[in-house]
């Protein structure tokens, strides 16, 4: 019979076991930035690092997986629930503060513990509060879609049978004035799709003994000084397996780069999300495609900054054209424009201009303003007459300026 290994998902993530779940998550951020495959391609290494990381992530962040795990020092959703509540009388006792949480009324206690509604409740995502809005397909994601682009795709061979896909995020960075204007931008992506050898079937022909259990149909994992019988996850007890398909390993997907195509609204904003349903990775065993999220970055450009629908821009201005007043020209988005500077006006002073923004992409007729912040250039004196206008100018106007700060030290 073989074993399979039990992990430290404490060490894995860098983390205590008193760790907070605010803890784990940014460990687990921090390590999966790193270790992400679309920062490291073609890395075998750091694809296994994040396939750990990750899988340390969905049993830590997960509060009833967390507490399994603290109980038995490894987690399985296949615990046969007569052998853990064994262990639990076994002096596997509730810790202190191992609360009766959700009201289940008996931590330790796996009597009643229906496990497959459970691995139901992981598979609706139901441990993704912080995804907002989870889609369709964010099967088994937790916590993961929340962080940025990028593909990992867990399960499916615990669980055989139809599977949707899950979703995927990419960032994609789209031009200032496209963004503006709206247009078409391509951006290649990677995800899986259905093996176009075993058409997603995932077997090449007949069964054969499970590679996993050796055909018991039985593996153990040691918990503490406990051992347990579990049933075998890759074959499920039966002790066969299907000979997998050679082009997809087994899994029914492979992974593709594809280009897609996406259409840019106009006045589309920095951070926003774009759906395009079904281009994320496809599902197995006929189940739908999940859902590609593009979180979208505008590009800048060397005048104008974009805020929401606002622009903001810098304009210099001479001492002249603050002190007495002027009227000035401006780029806008729309080309030149004109501004009032009114007299008096200071140096880091915001001026706006009235619906001179980026009209809004939730309703066409709303729209944004441009804000100037104007900044007085002060002249480099050349020649003897302005100088002496300038200290003639002195004299009619001796006011200190710092008056008012000396006041208040
Ligand atoms: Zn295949
Ligand atoms: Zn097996």
Request: aromatic letters at 6%; one cysteine or more.
């Amino acid at each position: 019979m073989a074993t399979t290994q039990t992990k430290d998902y404490y060490g894995i993530l860098g983390v205590k076991k008193t760790a907070t779940a605010d803890d784990i998550r940014k460990a687990f951020r921090k390590l999966a930035r790193k270790y992400h495959p679309d920062v490291n391609p073609n890395d075998k290494k750091a694809e296994e690092k994040f396939k750990e990381i990750s899988e340390a992530n969905d049993v830590l962040s997960d509060e009833k997986k967390r507490k399994i795990f603290d109980q038995f020092g490894f987690y399985s959703d296949q615990i046969d629930p007569a052998q853990a509540e064994a262990a639990s009388r076994g002096g596997y006792g509730p810790r202190p503060g191992g609360g009766a949480a959700q009201g289940q009324g008996m931590p330790f206690d796996f009597g009643g513990f229906d496990f497959s509604d459970f691995a139901d409740q992981q598979r609706r995502g139901a441990s993704t509060p912080s995804s907002g809005g989870s889609g369709p397909g964010s099967a088994g994601w937790g916590g993961f879609r929340d962080i940025f682009s990028g593909m990992f795709s867990q399960g499916g061979k615990s669980s055989p049978g139809v599977q949707p896909g899950s979703d995927l995020e990419y960032h994609v960075t789209i031009d200032f004035w496209a963004a503006i204007q709206g247009g078409v931008t391509r951006l290649q992506i990677t995800h899986q799709e259905v093996c176009p050898t075993c058409k997603g079937r995932a077997s090449a022909g007949g069964p054969m003994t499970c590679p996993e259990c050796h055909g018991s149909g039985q593996v153990t994992q040691m918990g503490g000084r406990m051992k347990f019988n579990i049933q075998c996850p890759r074959c499920g007890g039966s002790g066969k397996v299907q000979d997998a398909c050679h082009t997809c390993h087994g899994e029914g997907t492979v992974i593709k780069p594809e280009t897609v195509e996406v259409r840019i609204k106009p006045g589309t904003r920095e951070g926003q999300r774009i759906r395009l349903a079904g281009k994320g990775n496809a599902g197995t065993g006929g189940g739908p495609a999940g859902d590609l999220f593009l979180i979208v970055k505008i590009g800048t450009h060397p005048v104008f900054t974009r805020v929401g629908d606002d622009i903001h821009i810098t304009a210099p201005v001479t001492v002249a054209e603050a002190a007495l007043g002027s009227k000035i020209e401006v780029p806008t988005i729309d080309g030149r424009a004109q501004l009032r500077i009114p007299p008096g006006t200071q140096s880091g002073q915001k001026l706006r201009m009235r619906e001179k923004g980026v009209v809004s992409a939730a309703s066409e007729s709303r729209r944004g303003d441009e804000i100037v912040t104007v900044e007085i250039i002060v002249p480099q004196l050349k020649d003897e007459r302005s100088k002496e206008i300038l200290r003639e100018f002195a004299k009619l106007n001796p006011e200190d300026p710092r008056e008012a700060m000396w006041a208040k030290v």
